[in-house]
């Protein structure tokens, strides 16, 4: 027992230098730039430890980042509501700052680089959609479901207005990932969710 802990431990230890690696060299030179070899060398692994880690080698260990990336910005949102739910027990506000810690997300380098420049192409289209629509979607649904609830929004079929929503979320942080005043960004496209929202609720 105590064996097999340690090579699970082994394996995990791997895994996490890989990913590791693999996400500094795709933020620094994008997917395409950072090869197979600087990767397993910068995590001090082999080519086959890669292969044995990871399903189609650089391909998905890239989608394995992104997959820890999208799952980090979910923690995010999650906080970033909650937290100022407790302080001014508003659900509106709570909405607003999960957005915003949102949008400030996608100013971060990672972010621009992984999931804004390559992620779209270096997975399939459907694929990309596929995957951020399973982290950006859910809580897009739930905190709808509750201003539904609490009478903030009215009466309405949830999952179109979610897919509304979670498209204006897409586009607004691909706007904050390229800009070249990230900070600026933030808060025009804040703003104008804002504006968007408050046109929404009764």
Not at 19 to 41: C, D, K, N, P, W
Not at 58 to 72: D, S
Request: hydrophobic letters at 45%; one cysteine or more.
């Amino acid at each position: 027992m105590a064996e097999r802990r340690t090579q699970e431990e082994r394996k995990e230890a791997t895994r996490a230098a890989l990913l590791g690696a693999g996400r500094m060299l795709f933020t620094e030179r994008g997917y395409h730039g950072a090869s197979q070899e600087e990767i397993v060398a910068r995590a001090g692994m082999t080519r086959g430890a890669l292969y044995h880690n990871f399903e189609d080698g650089k391909r998905g260990l890239f989608r394995e980042v992104v997959e820890e990336i999208e799952a980090e910005i979910d923690v995010v949102v999650e906080v970033a509501a909650r937290e100022e739910f407790e302080r001014s027990g508003g659900m509106v506000e709570a909405w607003m700052a999960g957005n915003l810690a949102y949008l400030e997300a996608c100013a971060r380098e990672d972010v621009r680089r992984i999931l804004f420049g390559d992620a779209s192409s270096a997975l399939e289209w459907e694929e990309w959609r596929e995957i951020d629509g399973s982290h950006g979607l859910p809580q897009i649904r739930q905190g709808l479901e509750a201003l539904i609830e609490l009478g903030l929004l009215g009466e309405q079929p949830v999952e179109p207005l979610a897919r509304l929503w979670y498209g204006a979320s897409v586009e607004a942080g691909m706007y904050v990932a390229e800009a070249e005043d990230a900070g600026k960004a933030v808060r025009e496209m804040q703003a104008a969710l804002r504006r968007l929202f408050d046109g929404m609720i009764r």
